[in-house]
């Protein structure tokens, strides 16, 4: 089993800034990517940014230029430094894994998910 804890979210004002966390955690041999997702109400969960083992990252347009994907591989963690933040960013953000666990087996994990809320 791999585990994702998220942490970070929170109310912040229009033009602020956040950063997110997710540590894994349990039996992983490697991770693949690291990535953040979002689902805002009534939405469906869409990508937010993807981060692979040899740091070569992905960005939704919507967030291209204000939000800094990272990793650090020797703790298993992926953050996400958010600039500029619009009402349109509010949503559960959720963490996810791909990689392989002990006995070589492949793994999708998520996270329970963050709420962000950007509001005045």
């Known amino acids: 089993q791999v585990q994702l804890v998220e942490s970070g979210g929170d109310l912040v004002q229009p033009g602020g800034s956040l950063r997110l966390s997710c540590a894994a955690s349990g039996s992983i041999v490697s991770i693949y990517v690291m990535g953040w997702y979002r689902q805002a109400p009534g939405k469906q969960r869409e990508l937010v940014a993807t981060?692979?083992?040899?740091?070569?990252?992905k960005y939704a347009d919507s967030v291209k230029g204000r939000f800094t994907i990272s990793r650090d591989n020797a703790k298993n963690t992926v953050y996400l430094q958010m600039a500029s933040l619009k009402p349109e960013d509010t949503a559960v953000y959720y963490c996810?894994?791909?990689?392989?666990?002990?006995?070589?087996?492949?793994?999708?994990?998520w996270g329970q998910g963050t709420q962000v809320t950007v509001s005045s």
């Open positions: 996810n894994a791909e990689g392989i666990r002990s006995g070589f087996i492949n793994y999708i994990s």
């Open positions: 981060i692979t083992s040899g740091g070569s990252t």
